[in-house]
């Protein structure tokens, strides 16, 4: 089964950390391991996130 049929993706906007991709695709920041385990093959360090890279996530409802 392909993974991107659970997947979808974004982009890193400038100046967030996985924590704020996490809130801002979630509402909450708990989801940024998994956000990195998805994209650890294109982001390399959890800490060093370059602006515009592309990113999958996989989507669930917003918390709050």
Do not use: A, C, F
């Amino acid at each position: 089964v392909s993974q991107s049929r659970y997947t979808q993706n974004t982009q890193i906007e400038n100046g967030e950390t996985l924590q704020d991709v996490s809130s801002r695709l979630y509402g909450t920041t708990r989801y940024w391991t998994e956000i990195y385990l998805l994209n650890h093959e294109v982001l390399k360090q959890y800490d060093r996130v370059k602006p515009n890279t592309d990113i999958k996530y996989i989507p669930r409802k917003k918390i709050g």
